[in-house]
């Protein structure tokens, strides 16, 4: 079993940054970020690899963050962190951190992942 713990989300200006924060109790393959805004579909955020490096260093970003949202890791405290700058009204959603333990599947599927935070608050206001 894995633990994420969330933490970061609150309310921004439209143009403003806010950094999440996600802490996994162990080792993972894979973390990822979703969001998810009331009658929407999860959507992939960002993603990148965890592990112990097997070839697979690869960052992924969702198309409507890129250029705007940083994903990185530290390994030592098996953390992920999202730093997200020019937020966007359209950015307002609940943020999860996920993680896999093994690699296989597409990034942005949220099925493919077997652990959840249990969710951050983002609002972003004009």
């Known amino acids: 079993q894995v633990q994420l713990v969330e933490s970061g989300g609150g309310s921004v200006q439209q143009g403003g940054s806010l950094r999440l924060s996600c802490v996994a109790s162990?080792?993972?393959?894979?973390m990822t970020w979703f969001r998810q805004a009331p009658g929407k579909e999860r959507e992939g955020v960002a993603s990148i690899f965890t592990g112990i490096s097997d070839g697979d260093d690869s960052i992924y970003y969702g198309d409507s963050v890129k250029g705007r949202f940083t994903i990185s890791r530290d390994n030592a405290k098996n953390g992920v962190y999202l730093q997200m700058n020019n937020l966007q009204i359209e950015d307002t959603a609940t943020y999860y951190c996920a993680a896999i333990l093994r690699g296989g599947g597409a990034w942005d599927t949220p099925s493919v992942y077997n652990y959840w935070g249990q969710g951050t608050q983002v609002t972003v206001s004009s």
């Open positions: 162990k080792l993972t393959y894979r």
